[in-house]
């Protein structure tokens, strides 16, 4: 019972994890063009409140499913190995965001002058980290707490 406890601890977890990273990466990725959007609050408050709630919405959904695999077997990782540092779920996260990003094109990763793809990249590196760093709130503090 205290297993399935702990799995359903691990699931909730990772929502609110997925709903932090989609909040970081919705706010890092309109906070160059703020000044457009609070143009639309202006004509109407609310307008401008449900927009942004509903990217957040459609983007953690995006992110729960695109981050399930990679997350897991991070996730089980960390559990097998009893892992409750705050610091290696925040690298993690970011590693892991940053390893999807990249894809196979890690020689890209020093080749990107651009400075839009770096300022995305960044973006998704502070969305893993604050995904991770949920992801110890409420699960991560007790991993492999069951042995």
Not at 30 to 38: E, M, V
Not at 113 to 122: C, G, N, V
Request: glycine share 10%; hydrophobic share 60%.
């Amino acid at each position: 019972m205290a297993v399935l406890a702990r799995v359903m601890m691990m699931m909730f977890a990772y929502i609110l994890a997925c709903i932090a990273a989609s909040i970081v990466l919705t706010i890092g990725t309109l906070a160059p063009h703020w000044d457009k959007i609070s143009q639309l609050g202006a004509q109407s408050p609310n307008l401008q409140s449900v927009a942004l709630w509903s990217v957040i919405a459609v983007s953690s959904g995006g992110i729960t499913i695109v981050a399930l695999v990679p997350a897991l077997l991070v996730i089980v990782l960390a559990e097998g190995l009893a892992l409750r540092s705050i610091v290696v779920y925040g690298v993690l996260g970011g590693a892991l965001a940053l390893a999807m990003s990249y894809g196979l094109d890690f020689a890209g990763f020093f080749a990107s002058q651009d400075s839009l793809i770096a300022h995305e990249r960044q973006v998704l590196a502070a969305a893993g980290i604050a995904g991770g760093l949920v992801y110890w709130l409420f699960a991560g503090r007790k991993a492999g707490s069951r042995k």
